[in-house]
Nanobody, 116 residues
């Protein structure tokens, strides 16, 4: 059974940084592409960063240059380093397959709140 457990969220002032983690189990992590999504209140869930099994990365324009996705295949964990945070980054952040049509069961997410 696939399990995705996100952590690392919190309350931070604008301009601050956070590092999110997502521990995966039940999948062959090393061959699996992974992504970070976020969902703000009243908005649809959006993919903000993705990393292939080979380490190639891609970012939404809204976070490019501020967020960095990385992975540790030994720990079966994907990370999202978020710098220069803005109030509009406030959302619940989730990890999952970057192809939403192949999404695994969603985890509980981790809340990120950026105050102005």
């Amino acid at each position: 059974q696939v399990q995705l457990v996100e952590s690392g969220g919190g309350l931070v002032q604008a301009g601050g940084s956070l590092r999110l983690s997502c521990a995966a189990s039940g999948i062959i992590f090393s061959i699996t592409d992974m992504g970070w999504y976020r969902q703000a209140p009243g908005k649809q869930r959006e993919l903000v960063a993705a990393i292939t099994n080979g380490g190639r990365t891609n970012y939404a324009d809204s976070v490019k240059g501020r967020f960095t996705i990385s992975r540790d295949n030994v720990k079966k964990t994907v990370y999202l380093q978020m710098n220069s945070l803005k109030p509009e980054d406030t959302a619940v952040y989730y990890c999952n397959n970057p192809n939403s049509r192949s999404a695994y069961r969603w985890g509980q997410g981790t809340q990120v709140t950026v105050s102005s």
